[in-house]
């Protein structure tokens, strides 16, 4: 069974991710190439790169556009969530143009690092 969750064949490192929409974000491009349905909500993305080969999967729950109805249905469901996944092709570059930010922090696994603040002694 798959989970929202990173994840790579050794997973050396860990982290996390955050992304702010741009002005045509993700959903306008799904929209634009009739990708995605009116009843739909975009739930989750995932881009994966290795040396040779990159891919764009998103994850869409059948639900209505309405974020609030859609939160409240997810936490309604107790086993895995029913999702229409669909590859989509674009570069690294395209991808990521669909976020004003982009912002991506990778820690050595096992090392509990997650939301623990640092300061900087050299830079």
């Known amino acids: ?7 790579v ?12 929409d741009a002005h045509t974000d993700l959903r306008e491009y799904l929209e634009g190439e009739k990708l995605i349905n009116p009843n ?9 790169a290795d040396e040779d080969y990159t891919s764009v999967r998103v994850f869409m729950f059948q639900g209505g556009p309405d974020f609030e109805s859609v939160k409240d249905r997810l936490a309604a469901i107790t086993g895995p969530i029913p999702v229409r996944a669909v590859n989509i092709k674009l570069t690294p570059k395209e991808f990521i143009g669909l976020f004003k930010r982009f912002d991506v922090l990778l820690t050595w696994k096992g090392l ?12």
């Open 40 to 48: 739909e909500f975009l739930i989750a993305a995932s881009f994966f």
């Open 1 to 7: 069974m798959e989970s929202f969750k990173a994840s």
């Open 9 to 20: 064949q050794y997973g050396d490192w860990e982290g996390t991710s955050a992304a702010d």
């Open 112 to 123: 509990k690092l997650a939301d623990r603040e640092y300061s900087i002694i050299e830079s």
